[in-house]
């Protein structure tokens, strides 16, 4: 599955992408910011892979002027409740203060609140990560919560602070990358084989959101343009 939009696209992570993701992630640069701070062996790379590869739980690789740069995830997706936690770790250090990661931040909670329609979206940051706590401020996010023992914060972004905050960002972002704000969203053929992609059909197909939808070879593509 891809989510494009802002000349970036988010790549469901697949078996391929683990070992990559695991280098980055273990990179004490990404790892001294995580609750999880401990080497990450191979093994149990691939443990974590087999027990998120399902339909409660998003990972995706972010590209970016065909280079992977990071990784965006939206896990423990709660369908009755509509809500979900998010997070998000850029490796290429070049693209930190550029607006690549609000792009990625963009299209996946456009996905999350306006196609799933979700009402609630969590994450944690550790309080030492001051760009990350003000970044996401400025997203929409409050504070909800600390644990003094971790050290960690937990925000949440709810569907009145996406209304508010984030949409006017996305306004803003369509300046910043003209020709390239039409939303697109490709189901692949690994997707149906993996059981992801009938049941992220059957989302789309329920969704509020009027796509145009074709096909090439075995994708599925989704398509709109959202009117702010």
Known sequence: MKICKYGVSLIRLRKEHIELVRTKRNDPKISGFMEYRDYITPEMQ????????NIYNSYYLIEYENEYIGLINEKNINFEE????????????????TYVPLFASLCLLEVGFNILQGEKCYIKVHKDNRNAIDYNIK????LLSENPETGFKTLVLKRNGYEDKVRKIIKAARTLAPGKTTSVLVL???????GIGHFTQKLLDES???FKMKTEGDNLIYYYEWEI
């Open 46 to 53: 691939e443990k974590w892979f087999d027990s998120i590869n």
């Open 82 to 97: 509509r809500s979900s936690e998010a997070g998000l770790f850029i490796w290429e250090e070049k693209y930190l203060n």
């Open 139 to 142: 997203m929409g996010f409050e």
């Open 188 to 194: 692949e053929k690994i997707d149906f084989t993996e």
């Open 208 to 210: 509020p959101v009027d």
